[in-house]
């Protein structure tokens, strides 16, 4: 096993650097990067970083020429051999060559498109150009970039000892979690933690922590190059930025209305069983349901990534049974914001209602919460999100308006063709 402490200890990033590898990001990407392929390959985009901490000054903490040196080193990455074996010959989700040979030969061909990156006000602006399947696999290498540096900028000053005890109490802590899950019968819980992991070898050693202290409750890990290493399997489905991009497209608001299930029906056209997840929040659930067309009441199950977790998956289970569907087979996945106290509070609320599954994310990969003086490795909610399609503004509403993102007058009109009334905010839970 890797002893991280002396790793950090002794680190010169050309050893060990950040991202080191193409897969060295979520299934979901690569999943919804072969749907865009298909479906939208020519669609211009632009990505930016947004920091939702704006305490966090991150163009103080973090140099930007190690910035440089880590993008730059992203933009010479390809796939291996033994990367695109796995991807070509791999079972996931029970289906084999699920990744078709033209993606295929696309990807092995592929190098990250250019970066912009300037200084505002203590932030980095930090902006992607490009074609839609390119620009949107530079998401989770950017956000694991930045939480990485900002890490080791914490960690640059401290010595040999003091991080042997820090990653020492860190462990003893995520442990601790373990032992509080592991009575829960039929749990599933998956990690959903690299966007916003401390770092590649603590997101590992969480993963191989899971596997041993979960056993089959652990359902794998997002992280393609983890999973990979680690033979175990790969998870996730779909994510806010196809609806966004989709809804950005549309031409007028009766095609905007549209637009979500638009997405859907790609979906559903490549993807069948445990794939089959709606993410129902990007313009508000409620509305989002009340409009689904009835072959999606079929699907396997629910994503719930915004707002009050229980409201949603009673939402999901009324709609459930109004279409005639029996709740108890269907899937209800949680994945915001969640610790140890909401995934044992929701795994007994809904009991025997719902299958359940829970994605825990930054809690498990990036909990240092207390262990550091000021609590300077305190994880912080920063994304990287499409802002543009084809020149358009995209929006997100999200159930929790504190994570709504797009120009004033575009969330106005976003929220009259969806209907989205009063809405309750939330702290967002990194």
């Known amino acids: 096993m890797v002893d991280i402490a002396t790793r950090v200890y002794n680190h010169k990033w050309k ?49 930007e020429g190690e910035l440089r040196e880590q993008l730059d080193h992203v933009r010479t ?28 030969e696309w990807f092995e061909n592929l190098s990250l498109p250019p970066y912009h990156l300037d200084k505002v006000d203590g932030q980095y602006e930090l902006t ?31 010595g040999k000892f003091e991080l042997q005890v820090l990653y020492a109490r860190a462990m003893t802590q995520l442990w601790g979690k373990i032992e509080q899950l592991r009575p829960l019968e039929h749990l599933k819980i998956a990690d959903f933690g690299t966007r916003r992991r401390h770092s590649y070898l603590w997101q590992d050693w969480c993963v191989q922590a899971m596997t041993e202290g979960l056993g089959d409750s ?24 196809l609806p966004m991009i989709y809804a950005a497209l549309a031409e007028d608001d009766t095609a905007l209305r549209q637009s979500p299930y638009d997405v859907l029906a790609d979906w559903h056209e490549e993807h069948e069983g445990n794939l089959r997840i709606i993410l129902p929040d990007t313009y508000g659930t409620k509305g989002f349901l009340a409009g689904a067309p009835d072959w999606l009441a079929g699907w396997t199950g629910i994503r719930i990534d915004s707002g009050d977790p229980a409201t949603g998956a009673e939402t999901a289970i009324k709609w459930w049974t109004e279409r005639g569907e029996d709740p108890t087979q269907k899937l209800v996945i949680f994945s ?18 719902v299958r359940t599954s829970f994605g825990w994310g930054t809690l498990l990969t990036n909990d240092f919460r207390g262990l550091t003086e000021h609590n300077a490795l305190a994880p912080f909610s920063i994304v990287c999100k499409a802002v543009e399609a084809n020149g358009r503004p995209t929006v997100k509403l999200s159930d929790n308006p504190n994570k709504a993102m797009g120009p004033a007058d575009e969330v106005a009109r976003y929220k009259r063709v969806f209907g989205v009334g009063e809405q309750v905010a939330q702290e967002v839970v990194v």
């Not at 990455?77 to 078709?100: C, D, H, I, P």
């Not at 915001?336 to 209602?353: M, V």
């Open 336 to 353: 915001d914001g969640l610790d140890t106290d909401k995934i044992i509070e929701l795994h007994s609320q809904f009991a025997g209602r």
């Open 15 to 63: 050893i060990d650097p950040i991202v080191r590898s193409l897969i060295d990001t979520d299934f979901y990407k690569l999943l919804m990067c072969q749907s865009v392929f298909r479906n939208k390959r020519d669609t211009r985009v632009t990505f930016s970083l947004i920091n939702r901490s704006k305490s966090i000054r991150l163009a103080d903490l973090i140099d």
């Open 218 to 241: 652990f359902a794998g890990t997002s992280n393609c190059h983890i999973a990979m290493k680690r033979d175990m399997e790969a998870v996730g489905t779909n994510a806010h930025e």
């Open 128 to 158: 992607f150009e490009g074609t839609w399947p390119e620009v949107m696999l530079w998401e989770i290498p950017a956000l694991s970039i930045l939480m990485e540096l900002r890490s080791r900028a914490v960690l640059g000053p401290m």
């Open 77 to 104: 990455l390809s796939l291996t051999r033994g990367e695109s074996t796995w991807l070509r010959g791999n079972t996931f989700y029970g289906k084999r060559q699920m990744f078709r040979p033209d993606f295929m």
